[in-house]
């Protein structure tokens, strides 16, 4: 039987009517109504055939699939559909046609879950691009953001600034519905019959769905974040006159939508990992955070990227308008100290020369203690004292206006209006519930699900009349957005004692449109300037012209453009000093007092001046702590973290001070070149040992002991202060101790030259032998005249350019030296002494002194070296040997002369006297009149050591042993 097809399938009401027959039991009487039956039944199975090309309504077939399912039911596994009885029995009901309806019946549900699942994935895919595509516009967003970014901070942004804030609710409302989608997959999954039988087959596919989502969802939480945070901050720099009401309400509401959306994906993540909990319930707790660890820090991939996102606090809204905002603050005062008329005049007409920090350091030690004892009555004359920096005078900027009375108004004004759009339009003020991760033992924290908690914290939605509603009628209102506009004011003058710091060291906003008129980088400046610009904040501070957070802004600020000039000195002072330790020849240059020094400890004491003087800035601030004069703003760690930089540069001068003491007193004293030798001795080796020792006594007020620390930073600071102190002590203590170690090795080193000299020039035997029967020499000899040149001329000569007390050092240890070294050398060879040679000795005596009296220029050391007691010593044993007996007559006989032997009687030789080895002669008369015209005389006092071996010198008497009243010796003395 054919039927042709018609369009639509026949009512299901037909079918639900009919009868099922079963093919064992006799047909009914009636025909018509079997006829009919029939006709149904064929017309069903040709419409369901496969070759039917129609289409048809989806609610058709949803009605059909249902009527047929109270006939058929499908029985697993296989997926069998079969027809059921009246009654839903468990047997089998037979019908002819029963068996085509129940495959048309599985061909139906088929295509219906085959479209299910194709409409599934046609939702999915369309919900993954709208999220890549929101994603990729958030990323544009915020590059576009960053641009303007740059450019502002460039000062290269010439168009009007406009911030993409102005449409943050209205993405934050695109990304709510992007973080919805995946529960919107969900519910299209779990409400769809038609899909419920492919669920397992569905569900690798599910798993990554929502894996991509979950990513999109994380990557587009982040640039929305990167969005506000970098809109915020070109925001800030939109001009307040275009600032409307309806966009700080965008942005309040924006950043509450912002939060919210946070706090929800945390909670489904609490959410997510509790369920998964469950399933992990046999692992102990390690193994449980090992597996549910969510920690950006715990995974290379950006599956978890938008985890480390946070709600965006309040506080942190304004600390970053209020840091942005402080930048004009401080473009103003840069402007206000380096762009008027009179700086600018100043710099062009002045000439900046070398600036003297020693100078510096002594008036600044000066000021400070005026600064101590001045009272009110003198600020003025303290701050026109101040705008003195050494030969310059800085310009006077205290009769201009200030710029900040302006700028705060114009801030106090803008914070108003966006407290109140924040108080009136959101809940931003309020304190939501805070999720924590998981705790240290592993167990995670239950969100409160109690009606209570959630109707305090609910979040209602604008058009809701529940709606948090604020006007500032309140007293407590009142209060609240007085304190926040305070703190608004605290957080911009912290950040603006940041920013103007940076503007003086790198123009990196506000500097291309007026670059010629700007100064550029501090580096550069000459220290006299910088000098004059730190003078010119202390004075404009005393003055009480700009507020008075900004005044410790500029001063923290001067000290650190005075620490800085310092440094960028010592830099270049003592780059000079290690490169001329290489060349330097060791010529005398003349210093600012009078004194000379080689080059090189000239680089290293000018190295030491601009450090001194920020110690002692230190040292000023860290005792008006102490004495509560000034305002306590600074505590004892942050003098010790300024302090920190300058205690290494100090201990490396002092260290290449020592080295280079060291090193070049061994190299010219084993070259014996003298000048170069009592130049770095005398001169520079005192120069920096003194500097040394200025600088342990400027450190030592800031060390204490440990247990006096207030706090942790405060204990590590005053360790390595402490340690670095203790290397500084001993580097002193090394300087003070290496002048006395080398004026010793150089008195030893004259010593044993005199010996050299004296053993090869001297001449021994009958030359003081000779007898006087002829005139007494008048001459000297010539080994005395040669031990003059050689071992006295160099050390007259190296010592020209030194002080007093040097040359004097000096010279006593090389004359020293020699008569020492003569007497002994004297008395080691026993060389005997005729009355004339005595006579011949007593003239090399006098040529010593007189020839030093002719080269010493200075009367000063002049008459000190001659009054030495070596020359007492010298004399007295010429004396001694003088004391000779001479015969009777032999004076009558050869005229005037004397004789070979001294006519001196045993009462003349008793008035000499041993006392404790030292004798002391004295007597009434001369021994003669060639002694009377030497100027020797037995009235002048002279002792020597060892009177018996130069009495036994003698030619004549020398073997006598002379025996000496009692009332002489020692224990009759005694």
């Known amino acids: 039987m054919t039927h042709t097809p018609v369009g639509r399938l026949p009512a299901l009401q037909s079918i639900g009517r009919a009868f099922a027959l079963d093919q ?40 059909t699939a249902t009527a047929l399912g109270k006939s058929f039911k499908v029985f697993n596994p296989g997926h069998h559909v079969c027809k059921r009885n009246r009654d839903h029995a468990t047997s089998f009901t037979h019908c002819a046609c029963g068996v085509a309806i129940s495959c048309k019946y599985a061909r139906l549900r088929t295509l219906m879950e085959q479209r299910a699942r194709l409409e599934f994935i046609r939702d999915y895919t369309t919900r993954i691009t709208s999220a890549r595509s929101f994603v990729q516009q958030l990323e544009a967003i915020a590059r576009e953001e960053y641009q303007i970014w740059c450019a502002i901070k460039r000062d290269s942004y010439t168009e009007t600034v406009f911030s993409k804030l102005e449409s943050l609710s209205a993405i934050c409302e695109e990304t709510r519905m992007l973080v919805y989608h995946w529960n919107s997959v969900k519910q299209h999954l779990h409400t769809n019959k038609w899909l419920r039988p492919l669920l397992p087959s569905l569900s690798l596919e599910i798993k990554q769905v929502r894996l991509v989502l979950t990513q999109y969802r994380d990557k587009a939480i982040w640039w ?24 700080l309400w965008n942005v309040a509401r924006g950043a509450e939508d912002f939060n919210s959306i946070i706090m929800s994906i945390q909670q489904t993540d609490v959410h997510d990992i509790e369920t998964q909990c469950c399933l992990y319930k046999l692992h102990d707790s390690s193994t449980v955070r090992n597996h549910l660890s969510v920690q950006p820090s715990n995974s290379n991939t950006a599956r978890y990227l938008g985890s480390s996102v946070k709600p965006i606090a309040f506080g942190r809204i304004l600390n970053i308008l209020a840091s ?57 004359s303290l701050s026109s004292s101040i705008l003195k920096v050494g030969p310059i005078r800085a310009p006077n900027l205290s009769k201009r206006p200030s710029p900040m009375v302006d700028f705060g108004q114009q801030e106090q004004q803008f914070v108003s209006k966006f407290l109140t759009a924040v108080c009136q339009s959101t809940n931003l003020m309020r304190k939501g519930p805070r999720v924590h991760g998981p705790t240290k033992d592993g167990a995670l924290p239950k969100i409160s699900n109690s009606k209570k908690h959630v109707s305090q914290n609910q979040t209602f939605s604008r058009q809701d009349p529940k709606r948090k509603s604020v006007t500032w009628g309140d007293a407590a209102d009142i209060s609240t957005k007085l304190q926040l506009t305070t703190k608004y004011m605290d957080l911009l003058w912290q950040a603006f004692s940041r920013n103007i710091q940076d503007l003086f060291h790198c123009h990196i906003w506000g500097g291309s449109q007026t670059v010629q008129g700007r100064l550029g980088h501090m580096i550069f400046y000459p220290e006299a300037l910088t000098m004059v610009l730190v003078h010119m904040m202390q004075q ?29 000195s010592w830099d270049l002072f003592v780059s000079q000093a290690l490169a001329s330790m290489l060349t330097d020849k060791c010529r005398p240059i003349p210093l600012a007092d009078g004194d000379y020094s080689t080059l090189t400890t000239k680089h290293l004491f000018d190295a030491y001046q601009p450090l001194m003087g920020v110690v002692a800035n230190q040292k000023v601030e860290e005792k008006s702590n102490k004495t509560g004069a000034s305002n306590g703003t600074h505590s004892r760690s942050d003098h010790l973290e300024s302090l920190l930089p300058i205690l290494p540069r100090l201990l490396m001068t002092c260290d290449a001070a020592l080295n280079w003491c060291h090193m070049k007193t061994h190299q010219f004293l084993a070259s014996w070149s003298l000048g170069s030798f009592l130049l770095v001795t005398q001169c520079d080796l005192k120069i920096l040992a003194d ?36 290397n500084l002590a001993d580097i002193c203590g090394q300087l003070q101790t290496l002048s006395g170690i080398k004026m010793k090795q150089y008195s030893e080193r004259s010593s044993h030259m005199a010996i050299d000299y004296f053993q090869g020039a001297m001449p021994l035997g009958k030359v003081w032998r000779k007898k006087s029967n002829q005139e007494f020499p008048s001459d000297p000899n010539q080994y005395i005249e040669q031990a003059l040149e050689h071992l006295i001329e160099p050390v007259i000569m190296g010592v020209g350019q030194l002080k007093t007390t040097a040359q004097l050092g000096a010279l006593s240890m090389a004359v020293m030296a020699m008569c020492e070294t003569w007497m002994q050398h004297i008395l080691k060879e026993k060389i005997k002494f005729s ?133 002489f010796t020692r224990d009759a003395v005694e």
């Open 24 to 63: 064992d039991d006799a047909p009914e009487s009636d025909e018509e109504l079997e006829s009919s039956f029939l006709d149904i039944l064929s017309t069903t199975a040709t419409t369901l055939d496969d070759s039917y090309q129609g289409s048809f309504e989806i609610q058709d077939a949803e009605r």
């Open 224 to 247: 929305l974040d990167k969005v506000i945070r970098i809109g915020l901050e070109v925001f800030a720099h939109t001009e307040l006159g275009d600032v409307t009401q309806e966009m």
């Open 324 to 380: 942005e905002r402080s930048k004009y603050a401080a473009k103003l005062t840069h402007a206000y100290f380096t762009e008027t008329e009179e700086f600018v005049n100043f710099v062009s007409s002045s000439k900046f020369e070398d600036y003297s920090w020693e100078g510096h350091y002594n008036d600044s030690k000066k000021s400070s203690s005026d600064a101590q004892t001045s009272d009110y009555q003198s600020c003025s």
């Open 540 to 568: 404009i501070c005393i003055k009480d012209i700009f507020p008075s957070n900004a005044e410790q802004a500029l001063l923290s600020l001067a000290k650190k453009l005075h620490a800085t000039s310092a440094m960028t």
């Open 691 to 726: 500097q040394t020792r200025q600088v342990q006594c400027a450190i030592q007020p800031f060390v204490c002991d440990p247990y006096q620390c207030s706090s942790q930073l405060e204990s590590q600071l005053n360790s390595l202060v402490n340690e670095m102190f203790q």
């Open 835 to 967: 009355l004339y040679g005595a006579h011949q000795l007593l003239i090399d005596v006098m040529r010593v002194r007189t020839w030093l009296s002719q080269y010493l220029q200075n009367e000063e050391v002049k008459q000190s070296i001659l009054a030495l007691d070596i020359f007492k010593s010298l004399t007295g044993a010429v004396i001694l040997l003088k004391r000779q007996p001479r015969r009777r007559g032999i004076g009558a006989i050869t005229g005037d002369g004397p004789s070979e032997y001294s006519t001196s009687s045993m009462s003349d030789q008793s008035r000499g006297s041993i006392s404790g080895g030292l004798t002391p002669f004295s007597g009434s008369e001369c021994s003669s009149e060639h002694d009377q015209d030497l100027g020797i005389c037995d009235t002048d006092n002279y002792t020597i050591p060892n009177p018996e071996a130069w009495l036994a010198l003698r030619v004549h008497g020398g073997a006598r042993t002379w025996k000496l009243p009692t009332c």
